[in-house]
């Protein structure tokens, strides 16, 4: 995928597809440790001991109520192509929690690209379920989350398009004013 | 043959504006890895990729390619055109996929050749 | 999360709903697996939700499916309108999303160059 935005959006279909009624996405930057670290965390029905070391396996099929797939393969990859790492913690009947970490400033790491379009679509075409999304950047926090969404916007669905819009947009505002989702390094070749 | 001259050949969309086209290419390479591009790219080649985000300006830079052209019809972001500009690098986008606008580039006289 | 914001569009959207039809009667399914999120199903997704805004449809949900395995025809969109066979759209692009949503779900009519398949 050219975004992880799409990786992103990838591994939490896997969650709504485990039956999972919340799923928190978190994602860390630490400049001085060059560091960025992406957590998927659902309550979905977990994955079963005897598959889990072979999770991230591309040939391991999804065709049965398994669904797992391609997108935890080409997610390890990514991480790896930029010294980094994929791990999946999972306990059947309680919920899995892949963490995914990058050189945040490494030529390879694929960028961000559009949290607003993935958080997006996610609650509008998932309206019954909870979603928490956490962005911090060297201690700067950028946040939003379902269950306050609701409560504001009482008799209105989550799936209303204006919804929709306010997710895109809230979270590009947001993140644009942490500063997030930057190579701080690199960029220095273009000053 | 002269960038300026190769676009018009092959048809490509130039995606800058006010950026000198006359530099003469000889040498291509292609990939979508930025780290590949940046150990064995050559002055002067003529890269090709799909990727589109503002570190390959950063890239032409550092190993001062003759310019970018995007493949597949990748439409470059808006800050990596703002900062081609600023730097003066080229940047082309065809509608053929990598694979056919090399080999046309190579029935050009743009070769891979180190 | 800009609180200030969301209430205002609560206040804008409870006046329109009471122009809207209670009944959720069409459905249209994207494809969300894997290949067709590398597809570009993401764009195509938001265009069908922004062309509904648009066209004020009031009476369509929108879900998503995994993978259906015709990983080449991605992004595939299905749509279920009451009293018809399902019919699959194929390598469908923002723009073409678009134009399902104005021609099959608001004018009822099939853009036939779209389709993959259709439910005999």
Redesign the interface.
Known sequence: ??ELS?HI??IA?NS??AGSTRVEIRIWENLPEDLLVIEVKDNGRGIPGEMLPRVMDPFVT?RTTR?V???LS?LKEAAE?CEGCLEVHSEEGRGTKVVARFRLD???RA?LG?MG??M??LI???PEVDFLYEHQVDGQTY???TG??RK?????GL??????R?VQ??IQ??LKKIGAAT?PK??E??R | MKLKDLAERLGWELKTRNVPLEAEVQTGYSSDLLSDVLANSIEGDLWVTRQTHLNIVAIAVMRDLSGILLANGAEPDPDTLEKAAEKMVPIFRTTLPTFEVVGRLYQLGVTGAR | MNVEELKKIREKVQKEMELRSGEKAIKIVVGMGTCGIAAGARPVMAAIKDELAKQSAGNVTVIQSGCAGFCEQEPLVDVLRPGEKKVTYGKVTPEKARKIVVEHIVGGRVPGEFVFAQEK
């Not at chain 1, 504001?152 to 209105?156: A, H, K, Q, S, V």
């Not at chain 1, 799936?159 to 929709?164: C, I, K």
């Open positions: 995928m050219l799409m959006l990838d279909q709504l597809a999804s669904p797939g391609l997108g080409l192509r490494h030529f390879d960028p559009d379009a993935t997006g679509i509008s075409g998932n946040g939003l989350e306050e969404m504001i916007l009482g008799p209105i799936d209303d398009p204006s919804v929709l306010f947009q809230d505002t947001g190579f690199i960029m070749v273009l």
